[in-house]
């Protein structure tokens, strides 16, 4: 998940603000003239990573989400503003309360965040990494999922709207718990 980490450092030179650890997170946080927010990871094991962006921007803001040489899906939903998606030549709205599906290897899925407003993503990152799959449960579960989600194509799956996926991603955002039991509730949700 060293590319999570990367890119949370990618924020910290951008947008300014500072960096903490907690319980396993990593935590930017930043309060300055390009605006104010706050950016969560937690690594899951099992090749899962889940990122939470809060941002309210005062200017346009681009990132990219790269895909490793390793198999990789990322699950991008917009709990609150909207974003414009782009992977190859294909450009797309995504708004709030809907989903975006893509993976593949060896691409940049660029995800542009509009300034003057409040922009609220969940970020699910699935890789495909050998290493990281411990049993033949869940090297059967990544089969299905890749089988399911990417396409010969690499083409991206844009969701209809749903309200059930932000209601379970607010149960993460309210969890108190800390440390290892954290991290299991968060692993529960982020599976479901």
């Known amino acids: ?21 907690f319980q396993g997170d990593r935590i930017l946080q930043y309060d300055n003239d390009k605006g104010t927010g706050r950016i969560q990871t937690v690594s899951l094991g099992s090749g899962i990573s889940y990122t939470e962006y809060d941002m309210d921007l005062n200017q346009d803001f ?25 992977k190859g030549s294909d450009s797309q709205k995504v708004e709030a309360l809907q989903t975006v599906v893509v993976g593949g290897s060896n691409d940049t899925i660029n995800i542009k965040l509009r300034g003057a407003s409040k922009s609220n993503l969940s970020i699910i990152k699935v890789t495909q990494d050998g290493s990281a799959i411990d049993n033949n449960n869940h090297q059967e579960l990544y089969d299905q999922l ?47």
Do not use: W
Request: aromatic share 14%; charged share 20%.
């Open 146 to 192: 890749f089988a399911t989600f990417l396409s010969e194509d690499g083409e991206p799956h844009i969701g209809t709207f749903n309200l059930k996926i932000k209601e379970q991603l607010l149960q993460i955002r309210a969890i108190t718990q800390v440390g290892f039991v954290r991290k299991l509730l968060i692993e529960g949700i982020v599976n479901f």
């Open 1 to 21: 998940m060293q590319i999570v980490h990367n890119q949370l450092s990618y924020f910290n030179n951008v947008l300014g603000g500072s960096i903490s650890s």
């Open 62 to 86: 681009n990132f990219d989400l790269k895909l490793d040489e390793n198999r990789s899906l990322y699950f991008v939903y917009c709990l609150e503003g909207n974003f414009r998606f782009t």
